[in-house]
């Protein structure tokens, strides 16, 4: 079974703070993804990788930064945390044909106070 | 702008059927993703459908029209355990998935 993990499963930090979400993964999978999921609204994809080194900006990546230095890690990085940065953060993998499904981690709730 | 709607919250009975509706307006198709997620737990894979028609799995059957932007998730037989969101995405014609809301599904005994 694919498994994905987040470094942490609650989080509350500050505003200002720099703050870093780790994201791992044991299937040897391509493609990574950082999606934020707030009520009421669907998964919204914040950046995604392809492969080591590359990053591609999805919806919403303003305040956002990412690192993928190894295939099984990807990082995201809150530059300087901000309140409406309060949500639950969504780590997922997948391989890079179209129909293989995105197998995500258990997410990361983020409060910034 | 793409757009994927799905009913806000359902209840069903535990022994019963219950059809979770999608429809979506993406520029561009590849495919439809069914996802079921318990509260506070990672979104686990339910289905993929690409072409037109019925794919059954066990308890589960999902349903894609593509010429209506349709699909449908069936749950057969339901359990306590059914209880949780249902969410439906969309690989569009940049091979980026849209989500939609998520269909929260209540089970009662």
């Known amino acids: 079974d694919v498994k994905v993990t987040q470094s942490s499963r609650y989080l509350v930090k500050r505003t200002g703070e720099k703050v870093f979400l780790e994201c791992v993964q044991d299937m040897d999978h391509e493609n990574m993804f950082w999606y934020r999921q707030d009520p009421g609204l669907g998964l919204r994809l914040i950046y995604f990788?392809?492969?080591?080194?590359?990053?591609e900006k999805g919806d919403i990546p303003e305040g956002y930064s990412v690192s993928r230095e190894k295939k099984e890690r990807f990082s995201l990085i809150l530059e300087s945390a901000s309140t409406n940065q309060t949500s639950m953060y969504l780590c997922?993998?997948?391989?890079?044909?179209?129909?293989?499904?995105?197998?995500f981690g258990d997410g990361t709730r983020l409060s910034i106070l | 702008g793409q757009n994927i709607d799905q009913p806000t919250e359902m209840t069903a009975t535990e022994g019963a059927i219950v059809q979770i509706n999608c429809t979506y307006q993406?520029?561009?198709?590849?495919?439809l993703f069914w996802y079921q997620q318990h509260a506070g737990e990672a979104p686990t894979f339910l289905s993929y459908?690409?072409l037109d028609g019925l794919e059954e799995k066990g308890r589960f059957s999902s349903f894609l029209s593509r010429s209506k932007g349709y699909s449908y998730l069936l749950l057969k037989e339901l359990q306590m355990k059914d209880s949780a969101s249902y969410l439906c995405a969309v690989m569009d014609s940049n091979y980026q998935l849209i989500w939609g809301a998520g269909t929260k599904l209540i089970i009662k005994p």
């Open positions: 993406t520029s561009g198709f590849n495919g």
């Open positions: 997922a993998s997948s391989l890079p044909m179209v129909t293989q499904p995105q197998h």
């Open positions: 459908n690409v």
């Open positions: 990788s392809y492969d080591v080194k590359m990053k």
